[in-house]
């Protein structure tokens, strides 16, 4: 059945806002997709809107493919990168979510199957740029008792303000490294806060650490600075939520970064990881999907993962509030350190709660219709 109607619409969860997309077909049934929510996701569901929703009402829902090519580069001066590939994404995960619903199957199934449909994640803890050694241990380990595989410390500091405390930033990572001992990796996150230079001094004290990556050092539109500091040092050195085409990839492969971090709600949904994944094979890198919103996009890349030959790192996951469960029927949370995709529910298997979702849903624009 063709696609009927597509809506743009923020979910309003008090403190924050989501930017999601839903694409229903002319049966009555609905796929559900999300935005990069940067700059409130405003941009990106303005594009869904404006110029995505009057192009695919009546489209097939199961040509995802086309429909990203064909709005890709109808729209090329809009783009690519940014909210566009934000738009891109939110509706390609929509899409997917509407052809497991069409085909009843799983999405990790229309993705030529999973190899692990039971996935581990590692815990993403932000906002550690102001606090003290102590403090960042004490937000660790608030995060100890949902059993992560690893722990990644991002600093979230002033993107304005390089190398602004390296010194405080090696202790607060000698101080986590203290708390968790040998048996649990370790990886930290600079945010592209230092200098070449800088990221080298601060990447040799992860190497003396034991560290399992290091991410993002320098600054993400400047290759060549990857490239520096990936031949100084012997740590994996992982990028890539910055980038939102496969050039963009590619780049950061040729600079000698060894994982690749796309985002699902980003860079292309489904279609476009997929692209990265076979861009990974090639550079024989690893891909570990980046990703921080906590339900949709959270369950679309697990969907992902599971599908993915090399996926024997955890998944990215930042927030256990648990506050997006109130519009679904079963909440995403793990349980004993790991999340489990059905495989009896289609789509992404995230049945909606529709008066929940109704209550905080603030439709975006005049979204098409047939
Ligand atoms: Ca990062």
Redesign the pocket.
Known sequence: MPIARVEAFHVDWGRARSAWVRVWDADGRSGLGEASPMGGGNAALEIVSGLFAPAVVGADPCDQAVLQDRLFHQHAKVGPDGAFAAALAALDIALWDLKGKILERPVFQLLGGAWRTELPFYASVGGNAGRSPEEVCRAVERWLPLGPTLVKV?LDADRTRRDADIDGDIARIRAVRGLLGPGLPLAF?A?NNYSVQGAIRVGRILEELGCAWF??PVQHYHPESFEKVARALDIPVAAG?QEYTLQGFQRLADAGVAIL?PDIVKTGGFTGLGHVAALARTFGVDLVP?QTQPAVGHTANLHFVASLLHGHHPCEWNDPSGAQNAVFRWPVRPEHGRFTLAPDRPGLGLEIAEEQLARRARPWGGAGTA
């Open positions: 991002r996150d945010n991410e993002e939520e971090q980046h």
